[in-house]
């Protein structure tokens, strides 16, 4: 059997890593889980951005982020994920809203649809 198709079967039984793609006006984001995917709270995410206008990209590491959690509610609201590179803060929503920002200044925000 080859490595690719045994780690394919064996990720398969722990439960697949989760990747999405978000494209907006101006980037193309690669958005990858590597938790099991019975789990909301995930410290091991990826992005990869890439610029449409310049094919450049950046990779992060980041993490989920969560809302409020209700009394009897099992699982708390998902709000999206959070990456940092040095003093700039990338923001992905679940609804699709990339945010780049240094403190208060506001680099970039764009509404984008998930893939």
């Not at 045994?6 to 793609?21: C, F, S, V």
């Not at 992060?60 to 998902?78: A, M, N, Q, Y």
């Amino acid at each position: 059997m080859k490595p690719a198709i045994l780690l394919a079967l064996t990720l398969g039984a722990i439960g697949a890593a989760r990747a999405d793609i978000l494209i907006t006006p101006s980037f193309i984001i690669n958005i990858e889980e590597e938790c099991a995917v019975e789990y909301r709270v995930c410290g091991k995410v990826s992005y990869t951005g890439t610029s449409k206008k310049t094919g450049q990209a950046i990779v992060l590491r980041g993490k989920t982020v969560e809302g409020k959690c209700e009394k009897d509610v099992p699982f708390c609201e998902f709000k999206g994920y959070i990456f940092k590179n040095g003093a700039t803060v990338y923001r992905v929503t679940s609804d699709g809203k990339l945010t780049v920002s240094q403190g208060a200044k506001t680099l970039v925000e764009e509404k984008g649809v998930w893939q």
